[in-house]
């Protein structure tokens, strides 16, 4: 009944999105990798973009890791194009380029969780597993009803048993999709349009009138706020720039940065780890980035190298920083070195 109703729903109201009327593993894999953590409306440009440059699993695989960095550049949470280009590799090798149609297989992959698992499971190969995202968690917590938190384990087990069973034989990618849209379109989070919705006559939270406190969440705790200091060293028409290693943006490139310090003394000591003799010039403002469990709160420095020798990292001109992957967090940083580059 549940799955009746929604998937006529569906075929009049569904969102047209540019990822969307395709049954191919690779580009449904790839669009949900780049769903996770990014807005839908973001995520279409980027997404062709990338077919572009990547058309199938074995041109992926083939890529060396600085290009796929580079293609991701913008779309931020770097490990998953890290995990993509690890799982495309795995696919060409180990499955001879074919997406595995098995649940537990495609979890295997890198960078596929549940979700991700489930969602190319069934829009690609229609086998009967839920796509539980915060859209379906949300429309079937108020459809049946379940007034718990919905972060506990044995909750998230019940919503996961709820959606098996109202997933139809045929059509388990639609199924899924469906939740998905009328959760981003009707069944929204805060106060849903209840008279629009195409479920109200089985909703449990709509004949309670408690669909506004549903589903019920612990509170998040709050994302740590560090003081980072990021140096612009520059000499000349070159600027010095470093490759991460840490695991938060891992692989791309970034400018002179200490975390969690005010105390200048710090950066003088990372100067001289990477073998830079500089001159502090002045301070060039301030940058926040949110990451989802940290805050970068950064203020920018301005230094000019005595000559471009250093141990660590090298001295680039605009255009090869330009070539480079830069992480979004850098990007007030990069704005203010291409103006010291382009002076
Ligand atoms: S009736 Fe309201 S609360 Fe229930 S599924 Fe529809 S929009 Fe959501």
Same mark, same amino acid.
């Given at each position: 009944? &549940?799955?009746?109703?929604?998937?006529?729903?569906?075929?009049?109201?569904?969102?047209? &999105?540019?990822?969307?009327?395709?049954? @191919?593993?690779?580009?449904?894999?790839? =669009?949900?990798?780049?769903?996770?953590?990014?807005?839908?409306?973001?995520?279409?440009?980027?997404?062709?973009?990338?077919?572009?440059?990547?058309?199938?699993?074995?041109? &992926?695989?083939?890529?060396?890791?600085?290009?796929?960095?580079?293609?991701?550049?913008?779309?931020?949470?770097?490990?998953? %194009?890290?995990?993509?280009?690890?799982?495309?590799?795995?696919?060409?090798?180990?499955?001879?380029?074919?997406?595995?149609?098995?649940?537990?297989?495609?979890?295997?992959?890198?960078?596929?969780? !549940?979700?991700?698992?489930?969602?190319? %499971?069934?829009?690609?190969?229609?086998?009967?597993?839920?796509?539980? @995202?915060?859209?379906?968690?949300?429309?079937?917590?108020?459809?049946?009803?379940?007034?718990?938190?919905?972060? #506990?384990? =044995?909750?998230?087990?019940?919503?996961?048993?709820?959606?098996? =069973?109202?997933?139809?034989?045929?059509?388990?990618? !639609?199924?899924?999709?469906?939740?998905?849209?009328?959760?981003?379109?009707?069944?929204?989070?805060?106060?849903?349009?209840?008279?629009?919705?195409?479920? *109200?006559?089985?909703?449990?939270?709509?004949?309670?009138?408690?669909?506004?406190?549903?589903?019920?969440? /612990?509170?998040?705790?709050?994302?740590?706020?560090?003081?980072? /200091?990021?140096?612009?060293?520059?000499? *000349? !028409?070159?600027?010095?720039?470093?490759?991460?290693?840490?695991?938060?943006?891992?692989?791309?490139?970034?400018?002179?940065?200490?975390?969690?310090?005010?105390?200048? $003394?710090? #950066?003088?000591?990372?100067?001289?780890?990477?073998?830079?003799?500089?001159?502090?010039?002045?301070?060039?403002?301030?940058?926040?980035?949110?990451?989802?469990?940290?805050?970068?709160?950064?203020?920018?420095?301005?230094?000019?190298?005595?000559?471009? $020798?250093?141990?660590?990292? *090298?001295?680039?001109?605009? =255009?090869?920083?330009? $070539?480079?992957?830069?992480?979004?967090?850098?990007?007030?940083?990069?704005?203010?070195?291409?103006?010291?580059?382009?002076?």
């Amino acid at each position: 009944m &549940l799955s009746t109703l929604l998937l006529a729903w569906y075929d009049a109201h569904g969102r047209v &999105l540019p990822f969307r009327g395709t049954k @191919d593993p690779y580009r449904i894999w790839l =669009s949900e990798i780049m769903l996770q953590q990014t807005r839908t409306e973001t995520v279409g440009a980027y997404y062709t973009r990338f077919l572009e440059r990547f058309p199938d699993v074995f041109s &992926l695989a083939a890529a060396p890791e600085q290009d796929v960095l580079k293609c991701w550049e913008g779309l931020g949470y770097y490990s998953r %194009a890290r995990n993509l280009h690890r799982a495309a590799k795995q696919v060409a090798e180990k499955y001879h380029g074919t997406f595995p149609a098995d649940l537990d297989a495609l979890r295997a992959l890198p960078g596929v969780g !549940d979700y991700t698992a489930a969602a190319v %499971a069934s829009i690609a190969f229609d086998l009967p597993a839920p796509a539980m @995202d915060g859209n379906l968690t949300r429309v079937l917590s108020r459809v049946h009803g379940v007034r718990e938190d919905v972060g #506990m384990p =044995s909750v998230k087990r019940r919503l996961l048993e709820l959606a098996q =069973s109202d997933m139809p034989e045929t059509r388990c990618g !639609d199924f899924n999709q469906a939740l998905m849209d009328l959760g981003a379109t009707v069944c929204t989070p805060g106060t849903p349009d209840c008279a629009a919705c195409s479920l *109200r006559l089985l909703c449990d939270a709509y004949k309670a009138g408690d669909a506004d406190d549903l589903p019920i969440k /612990a509170a998040a705790k709050p994302p740590l706020e560090l003081s980072v /200091a990021v140096a612009l060293v520059t000499c *000349r !028409d070159k600027i010095w720039m470093i490759q991460r290693k840490e695991t938060l943006l891992k692989n791309l490139w970034v400018y002179l940065l200490v975390e969690n310090t005010g105390n200048p $003394a710090d #950066m003088e000591k990372a100067l001289k780890s990477a073998g830079i003799r500089a001159a502090f010039q002045g301070t060039l403002g301030t940058a926040r980035h949110v990451f989802t469990h940290r805050v970068w709160n950064m203020t920018l420095y301005h230094y000019i190298a005595e000559n471009p $020798a250093c141990r660590e990292g *090298r001295f680039v001109t605009l =255009s090869e920083m330009r $070539a480079l992957p830069l992480p979004t967090a850098m990007r007030a940083a990069r704005e203010r070195a291409e103006k010291l580059l382009g002076e």
